[in-house]
């Protein structure tokens, strides 16, 4: 078993719609968690991260953490045409030198 | 242009051969990472190092070594090259060498191995 899983896709949807990215993770030792964004051909790029259970919002994204469960959540409102890239999650495990531990990522598609 | 720099950006060569993947990290960054990402595997960390020094080992094959100059900048060195190997190969970079939230990726060398 993976230590972060994260459904790989493709989630398609319209656009307009609210989008929700999740990923599940083993280790209750993992902190700050991370959405990345990869457009195509391209390197992964830092969209939002989190320390604690809860919400942090920005814009039109919403990245939720529940550590209870080990379960992380990155909505996206509104979703537009430009927001289709693969998603990756990941966090800091701080039992492997606070490597990074990275989900598989999700391909979102955002049909016009 | 994220400040992270990776030479060549497409790579074609035979299996048995060597190949060597340059990285310059973002202005003022002491870290640099090698992540390999083929279509089957994500995202996998090779290797970090830290000011010149290893700091941190991930899923990095015999084969492949790696090492960071003076100047920082890092090469990732492939050799006896198969068909497996076939992927994008990222460099990113920080600031700090270790719990680190968020790393600056370069856009990769895409490496095909033929």
């Known amino acids: 078993q993976k230590e972060v899983e994260q459904d790989p896709g493709p989630l398609s949807v319209p656009e307009g719609a609210i989008v929700s990215l999740n990923c599940t993770y083993s280790?209750?030792?993992?902190?700050?968690f991370m959405w990345y964004r990869q457009y195509s051909r391209k390197g992964p790029e830092l969209l939002m991260y989190?320390?604690s259970s809860g919400n942090k919002e920005d814009g039109r994204f919403t990245a939720q953490v529940d550590k209870s469960s080990k379960y992380i959540s990155l909505f996206i409102r509104d979703s537009q045409p430009s927001d289709s890239a693969t998603y990756l999650c990941a966090m800091i495990d701080p039992d492997s030198n606070y490597q990074l531990i990275w989900g598989a990522g999700t391909k979102l598609i955002i049909k016009p | 242009d994220s400040g992270v720099t990776q030479t060549p950006k497409h790579l074609i060569t035979a299996t048995g051969q060597r190949v060597t993947l340059r990285c310059s990290p973002r202005s003022g960054d002491l870290s640099v990472y090698w992540y390999q990402q083929s279509l089957d595997q994500g995202l996998q960390f090779l290797i970090q190092y830290y000011n010149g020094e290893e700091r941190a080992k991930g899923n990095i094959l015999e084969r492949f070594s790696a090492q960071q100059f003076p100047d920082l900048h890092s090469e990732l060195n492939l050799s006896s090259l198969e068909l497996g190997d076939s992927a994008l190969y990222f460099c990113?970079?920080?600031?700090?060498?270790?719990?680190?939230?968020?790393?600056?990726f370069g856009s990769g060398t895409r490496l095909t191995v033929v």
């Open positions: 280790n209750s030792a993992f902190q700050y």
């Open positions: 989190t320390y």
């Open positions: 990113a970079s920080s600031v700090l060498g270790q719990g680190v939230v968020g790393y600056t």
